[in-house]
C-alpha cells in the first residue's frame, strides 16, 4: 500500500514539472518564433496484430503521435477500414480493431494519418502513411485440390510401385515454420496401399493384388496439419484406383470333347465350328494358340483365334470329300506362349480337348477332268471325225450316268461319250477360233436328268489353217504408161496377200500368162514383181488399155496359183514424162449396198410423208360453217350448190347462171327458203361468156336438181363424194358431215328436216330423233 501511494506521487510530480517545462517551453517558442521555425515531425510505434485475437473487442494495436503542441489537435486516420475495421482516440491517437482480423482475407492494411486543428478543421501537420500487418496462427486445416483421385496399377506389380499421387492446401503462412506443413496418412485402404506422409504419393502396400479377383479399389486419404493448436483438424479424399490387366493366365477348355457336323461342299472360307476357351484376361492379353497335337490329316483344318469371344473358329483349308474321308478325329491342345509366367497361378498348365469332325455326304453335281478343253482341228475337215472329247464323271457313290450337251451354239453337236462334232465344215478364213460351253448333268435309273446337278466347262476350238486360198493383188492397181515410153522403162511394183496364214518363210511367184505383149515382168523374189515396157511406142488411137494377165503362186502345200488381170491405161504425155490425158476405164462409184438401202429407205420416208401430207390436208374437217347461226348456215347451202374448183374457179362457168337457177328453184313448194345475199364476194362474167339463165345449161341443172330431189336412191349431196373438195383457191373447207365428226356445238339442228331429200343425210345424222346419247 505504501509502495502504490509513493508511487502516484512520484508520478503527480513528474507530470507537473512537465507541464511547467512545457510552458516555459512554449512561451520561449513564441519569443523566439520571430526568428526560427522549429521542425516537427510523427512519432509511433509499429503497428502488428495477431489474427483471430481473443478477448473483448476492440484491440489496441497501436498508437500514433505528432511531436506538435497544440492543446486543439486531433487525430484522424484514413485508408483501409479507417472508421470501420480500426479506430483513433483523437485526443491520444491510439489506434485499435473493432473486429477480429483474418490474415488469410487480408495481411497488410495501408492507412493515412493526419492531425488538424479541433476548431479550424485544417491540418497542422501533412498527412503520413502507415501500415498495420496482421500476423498469421496456424488456424487453417489442410484441404486437398480435389475430392477424387483416380490412379491405375498394373496386377501382380511389385511392392511400392507407384499408383498416383494426391496434393492438398493450407491456408497459413508458409514463411512462419510449422504453419503450413501438410502430413498424409491412409485412413481406409491401408491393408492394400500407403501413402508418403510429406509427399502424398500413394504406391501399393501388398504384391499379390489379382485383377480378376478385385479390379478396382477405393481408399480413403486424410492431409493433417503438422502444428497448432488446431493440428487435429484435416482434410478427406476419395482415391479410385483400377488394376490394370496383365497376361497371366492359362486358357482352357470349357469341356473335354467337341463333335461337329460338316457337308462336304462346304466352302474354304467357311466356318465348321468354335472351340469355346476360357481365359480370364482382358481380350488384348488373350494369345491363345491352337495346336493339333495328334490325328491325321492335321493340314485339312485350321483353327483361328477370336480373342474378344474366346473362340477358336475351325475352316477347312482343303476340299473335303465324303466319298475319300468320312470323319477327322484330332485331339487340341489351347496354349498362350506369350503368359506371364512371373505373376501366373497356373504355370506350366496345358488345355487339351478332343476334336470330332463328322463329313456329311451331299449329292453333287458332275466333275470335269480338266477345268477347261482345246482342241485343234484343220479347216474343210472331215466333220464324221470327232474335234476332241471332254470327260465328267459322277463324284458320289452312285456313279451315276452323265449326259452332254452344248449350251448356246448350233455349228457343233456333242455325242453322248462327250466327243465333239462339227455340224459344217470350219473355214479358218470365216473364224479361226470358237468357244462353246459344254454342259454335264446326271442321270437317274429312269434315263430322267437330275435337277440342278449340272457341271459346265468351257471348250476352246482352234481351226488350223491349210493352203486353200490362192494369192491375189495386194491392191487394185491402176498403173499408167505414156504412149512413147521407152523399152526397159518400169511401169508399177506389185505385190501379193493371201487369205490363208502367211508365214515368215511364204514366197510368192509372179509370172506372164504370156509373153506376147508389149511388157515385161520382173520377179524382185520378196514377194514383189516389176512390170516394165518391153518394146515401147504404144498407139493409143488402136488401144487405149492394156490388160496384162499375170500370175502368183504361192509355196504352200499344195501350191495355191491365180491369174489377176492388170490393166494399163496409155497416156499422152509432155517430152518430161508428164501425163497430160489420160481415157482410163470409168472407175465405179465406192457406194456399199448397206449406203445404198439408207438411201432408198431415206427416199422412201420422205415419200411417205409427202402423201400423209397431202391425204391430211385433203380430208381435214372441221366444222366451222356450222357453228353459225341456222340463217348462215341456209344461206351458203343454198348459195354454193356445186361449184367445182372453188370460188375463184369462174372460168369455166357463170355464177349468175346458177345463181338465177337457184332462185327459181327457190321458188317452187318443195324448199320454200328465203333468199339471202351470199357472204362471199362472186366473180362477174362478161355477157359473152355464151351462158344464159334460160338457155340449154339452166334447163339441165333445173332438170338434174329436179331428179335429184325426187330420186331416193341416189347420193345424198351432203356426202364427201360431192363436198369433199371445194377448191384449191376456197376459203371453205369441206362441209360433209361424215369428214367431220361429232360437233360440241349446242345448235338445234332439227330444222334440217325441212330442207329437204338433199340434206336427209344431214338431219338423220345431227337431227334430235335419235338421242343426246348418238355418236357416229
Known amino acids: 500500500m505504501y509502495s502504490c501511494c509513493c508511487f502516484v506521487l512520484l508520478f503527480f510530480l513528474t507530470f507537473m514539472l512537465a507541464c511547467a517545462h512545457g510552458e516555459d517551453l512554449s512561451m520561449s517558442a513564441s519569443r523566439n518564433n520571430i526568428h526560427k521555425r522549429m521542425k516537427r515531425e510523427w512519432v509511433w510505434n509499429t503497428m502488428h496484430i495477431y489474427e483471430e485475437l481473443n478477448g473483448t473487442l476492440p484491440h489496441h494495436i497501436g498508437k500514433i503521435k505528432s511531436t506538435i503542441q497544440n492543446p486543439n489537435a486531433t487525430y484522424v486516420i484514413e485508408g483501409e477500414g479507417a472508421g470501420t475495421l480500426f479506430r483513433v482516440d483523437e485526443r491520444t491517437g491510439d489506434v485499435a480493431a473493432n473486429e477480429r482480423l483474418d490474415r488469410e482475407k487480408k495481411a497488410i492494411y495501408q492507412l493515412r494519418a493526419l492531425i488538424i486543428d479541433r476548431n479550424t478543421k485544417k491540418p497542422l501537420e501533412p498527412p503520413s502513411m502507415f501500415f498495420i500487418t496482421v500476423h498469421d496462427v496456424n488456424d487453417n486445416a489442410p484441404v486437398f485440390e480435389q475430392r477424387v483421385f483416380n490412379g491405375s496399377v498394373a496386377e501382380m506389380s511389385p ?17 512462419l515454420h510449422g504453419h503450413a506443413d501438410i502430413f498424409y496418412e491412409v485412413i481406409q485402404g491401408k491393408e492394400y ?14 504384391r499379390d493384388l489379382d485383377r480378376e479377383q478385385t479390379p478396382t479399389y477405393t481408399i480413403v486419404v486424410k492431409a493433417m496439419d503438422g502444428k497448432g493448436l488446431h493440428s487435429k483438424e484435416s482434410g478427406t479424399a476419395t482415391v479410385h484406383i483400377k488394376l490394370i490387366d496383365i497376361n497371366d493366365n492359362f486358357p482352357t477348355f470349357k469341356q473335354e470333347n467337341f463333335i461337329f457336323e460338316v457337308p462336304e461342299t462346304i466352302r474354304l472360307d467357311a466356318k465348321v465350328g468354335s472351340l469355346e476357351v476360357v481365359d480370364i484376361d482382358e481380350p488384348q492379353n488373350r494369345n491363345t494358340k491352337y495346336i493339333f497335337v495328334q490325328g491325321p490329316y ?13 473362340e477358336g473358329i475351325i475352316r477347312p483349308k482343303k476340299p473335303l470329300d465324303f466319298e475319300n474321308i468320312a470323319i477327322y478325329r484330332f485331339v487340341v491342345e489351347a496354349n498362350d506362349a506369350n503368359i506371364n509366367y512371373a505373376y501366373s497361378r497356373t504355370k506350366g498348365l496345358k488345355s487339351i480337348a478332343r476334336l470330332t469332325i463328322k463329313v456329311i455326304d451331299v449329292d453333287e453335281p458332275p466333275i470335269f477332268a480338266q477345268p477347261s478343253y482345246t482342241f485343234q482341228v484343220e479347216e474343210e475337215g472331215d466333220i464324221k471325225r470327232p474335234i476332241g472329247c471332254v470327260s465328267a464323271k459322277d463324284p458320289d457313290k452312285a456313279k451315276r450316268e452323265i ?3 452344248i449350251l448356246r451354239s448350233t455349228g457343233f453337236e456333242i455325242s453322248t461319250t462327250g466327243c465333239i462334232f462339227a455340224t459344217k465344215p470350219l473355214d479358218r478364213e470365216e473364224r479361226a477360233w470358237h468357244n462353246i460351253t459344254v454342259s454335264a448333268s446326271e442321270v437317274d435309273q429312269n434315263k430322267m436328268v437330275v435337277p440342278k446337278l449340272e457341271t459346265h466347262v468351257p471348250v476352246y476350238i482352234k481351226v488350223n489353217d491349210i493352203n486353200d486360198n490362192a494369192p491375189e493383188f495386194a491392191y487394185p492397181y491402176n498403173p499408167r504408161v505414156c504412149e512413147h515410153a521407152s523399152p526397159r522403162t518400169v511401169i508399177v511394183s506389185i505385190s501379193a496377200i493371201d487369205k490363208d496364214e502367211m508365214p515368215p518363210n511364204v514366197k510368192f511367184k509372179f509370172s506372164l500368162v504370156s509373153e506376147d505383149s508389149n511388157f515385161t515382168l520382173l520377179d524382185n523374189h520378196d514377194n514383189t514383181a516389176n512390170i516394165s515396157v518391153k518394146y515401147g511406142q504404144f498407139n493409143r488411137e488402136l488401144v487405149k488399155t492394156h490388160y496384162l494377165p499375170i500370175v502368183i503362186s504361192d509355196n504352200g502345200s499344195p501350191p495355191r496359183s491365180s491369174t489377176n488381170v492388170l490393166p494399163i491405161h496409155v497416156c499422152k504425155c509432155d517430152e518430161d514424162g508428164t501425163f497430160t490425158f489420160c481415157e482410163e476405164a470409168a472407175k465405179q462409184v465406192g457406194v456399199t449396198v448397206p449406203a445404198l438401202v439408207a438411201i432408198f429407205i431415206c427416199i422412201l420416208t420422205i415419200v411417205v410423208i409427202m402423201l400423209l401430207i397431202a391425204w391430211r390436208r385433203r380430208h381435214k374437217k372441221d366444222l366451222n360453217v356450222l357453228k353459225k347461226n341456222v340463217e348462215e348456215i341456209h344461206e351458203q347451202l343454198v348459195a354454193y350448190d356445186e361449184e367445182g374448183g372453188g370460188e375463184m374457179d369462174t372460168n369455166s362457168y357463170d355464177v349468175s347462171v346458177l345463181n338465177s337457177a337457184r332462185q327459181r328453184s327457190m321458188a317452187s313448194p318443195k324448199m320454200a327458203v328465203e333468199a339471202r345475199p351470199c357472204g362471199y364476194p362472186q366473180a362477174q362474167k362478161s355477157p359473152g361468156n355464151g351462158f344464159s339463165g334460160t338457155g340449154e345449161m339452166g334447163i339441165m341443172i333445173e332438170m338434174k336438181k329436179d331428179e335429184a330431189d325426187l330420186d331416193g336412191d341416189l347420193l345424198p349431196y351432203d356426202t364427201l363424194h360431192i363436198y369433199g373438195y371445194e377448191g384449191a383457191e376456197s376459203i371453205a373447207e369441206s362441209l360433209s358431215s361424215l369428214g367431220s365428226g361429232s360437233s360440241d356445238s349446242e345448235i338445234d339442228y332439227d330444222f334440217l328436216n325441212d330442207w329437204g331429200p338433199r ?18
Do not use: H, W
Open 159 to 175: 511392392l511400392g510401385t507407384s499408383v498416383t499421387t494426391v496434393t492438398a492446401v493450407d491456408a497459413d503462412d508458409p514463411t
Open 193 to 206: 496401399f500407403k501413402i508418403e506422409e510429406r509427399s502424398g504419393k500413394i504406391t501399393t502396400a501388398v
Open 298 to 310: 492335321q493340314d485339312t483344318f485350321e483353327i483361328e483365334p477370336k480373342p474378344e469371344t474366346n
Open 403 to 405: 449326259r452332254y450337251r
Open 759 to 776: 340434206f336427209k343425210m344431214l338431219a338423220e345424222l345431227y337431227g334430235l330423233e335419235y338421242g343426246d346419247d348418238f355418236a357416229y
